[in-house]
């Protein structure tokens, strides 16, 4: 029997795809807390990156791209930190990514999980993510077998954390640094937009989540481990245990369908993509 000819494409789709764990993965990597470095030695440094934090293979074909968001006010020294470790891993980890910096404007109460819809939003008006990752600013991976991308299920990835004793705190935690594919965001509508001030957003999605059918994946704890940044703790907020409480009742309609915002000001620096938002009140 003949084998049929596969190869007969255009030099570009006949690229081989990437190996979905690339060859060159070392296991732990070296997280570097200080000295801060400057966004001119970034730049530098990362001369091979696209504008708005933008690389994507170029010796082989990646089918998904990832888009990484991170909610943001006030930690810039924190930015620079997270960018000087996160760009060389995503390369190594040969990813087709962008990273996002959505930040809060004003002094209001931060809402976490309306800046990861708002980035969800932003992101897909730039391009067709498929995968997006909801990263703390504050949580440096340890590890590069921790990979970036979208599994089949949400991916919870900040499993163990050095300020955590590396363990687990609970076993339906969805904070930190998560995954989740575009369909299955979709079908949770996103975050809860109620959640205003520290805590809770992140089991409300949790929740969301299996309400939904779906489930929690985890990387090993050997593998999912992360670093913490020294800051300020915030107060948690007292209301959150009755949002969280009633959320059940609200997921079809307290989401991504009726976020509410304002654009001031987006900027495609060569580190990242930034997004400046006023948040509104969602009704
Ligand atoms: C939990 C918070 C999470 C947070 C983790 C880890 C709440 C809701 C009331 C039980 N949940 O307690 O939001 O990610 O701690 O810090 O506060």
Same mark, same amino acid.
């Given at each position: 029997?003949?084998?049929?000819?596969?190869?007969?494409?255009?030099?570009?789709?006949?690229?081989?795809?990437?190996?979905?764990?690339?060859?060159?993965?070392?296991?732990?990597?070296?997280?570097?807390?200080?000295?801060?470095?400057?966004?001119?030695?970034?730049?530098?440094?990362?001369?091979?990156?696209?504008?708005?934090?933008?690389?994507?293979?170029?010796?082989?074909?990646?089918?998904?791209?990832?888009?990484?968001?991170?909610?943001?006010?006030?930690?810039?020294?924190?930015?620079?930190?997270?960018?000087?470790?996160?760009?060389?891993?995503?390369?190594?980890?040969?990813?087709?990514?962008?990273?996002?910096?959505?930040?809060?404007?004003?002094?209001?109460?931060?809402?976490?999980?309306?800046?990861?819809?708002?980035?969800?939003?932003?992101?897909?008006?730039?391009?067709?993510?498929?995968?997006?990752?909801?990263?703390?600013?504050?949580?440096? $991976?340890?590890?590069? !077998?921790?990979?970036?991308?979208?599994?089949? #299920?949400? @991916?919870?990835?900040?499993?163990? &954390? *050095?300020?955590?004793?590396?363990?687990?705190?609970?076993?339906?935690?969805?904070?930190?640094?998560?995954?989740?594919?575009?369909?299955?965001?979709?079908?949770?509508?996103?975050?809860?937009?109620?959640?205003?001030?520290?805590?809770?957003?992140?089991?409300?999605?949790?929740?969301?989540?299996?309400?939904?059918?779906?489930?929690?994946?985890?990387?090993?704890?050997?593998?999912?481990?992360?670093?913490?940044?020294?800051?300020?703790?915030?107060? $948690?907020?007292?209301? !959150?245990?009755?949002?969280?409480?009633?959320? #059940?009742? @609200?997921?079809?309609?307290?989401? &991504? *369908?009726?976020?509410?915002?304002?654009?001031?000001?987006?900027?495609?620096?060569?580190?990242?993509?930034?997004?400046?938002?006023?948040?509104?009140?969602?009704?």
């Amino acid at each position: 029997e003949e084998i049929p000819n596969v190869n007969n494409q255009s030099t570009t789709t006949s690229m081989p795809l990437c190996p979905e764990v690339p060859a060159n993965l070392t296991g732990r990597l070296n997280v570097i807390r200080s000295p801060v470095p400057t966004v001119l030695e970034l730049e530098k440094q990362f001369s091979w990156l696209q504008p708005g934090g933008h690389w994507h293979p170029k010796t082989c074909r990646v089918l998904k791209k990832v888009a990484i968001i991170i909610p943001f006010r006030r930690r810039e020294e924190h930015l620079l930190i997270f960018l000087q470790h996160m760009h060389p891993l995503l390369r190594k980890q040969q990813i087709d990514y962008t990273i996002f910096v959505v930040e809060q404007q004003g002094n209001g109460s931060f809402n976490r999980a309306m800046l990861m819809n708002i980035g969800y939003k932003e992101a897909s008006n730039f391009n067709n993510f498929d995968c997006f990752n909801f990263h703390d600013i504050d949580l440096l $991976p340890e590890d590069d !077998r921790n990979l970036y991308t979208c599994p089949e #299920q949400p @991916r919870h990835m900040s499993v163990a &954390i *050095n300020v955590f004793q590396y363990k687990l705190p609970y076993k339906n935690i969805f904070g930190g640094v998560s995954v989740i594919t575009k369909a299955h965001f979709e079908l949770v509508n996103g975050f809860s937009n109620s959640f205003w001030g520290w805590g809770g957003e992140d089991d409300d999605m949790s929740n969301r989540i299996r309400y939904h059918k779906l489930r929690i994946s985890r990387y090993p704890i050997s593998i999912a481990r992360y670093t913490m940044l020294k800051h300020e703790q915030s107060k $948690p907020a007292p209301q !959150r245990f009755e949002v969280l409480r009633t959320g #059940q009742r @609200r997921f079809a309609i307290d989401g &991504i *369908n009726n976020l509410k915002y304002m654009v001031i000001e987006t900027k495609q620096n060569i580190l990242y993509t930034w997004v400046l938002v006023k948040l509104e009140v969602s009704g």
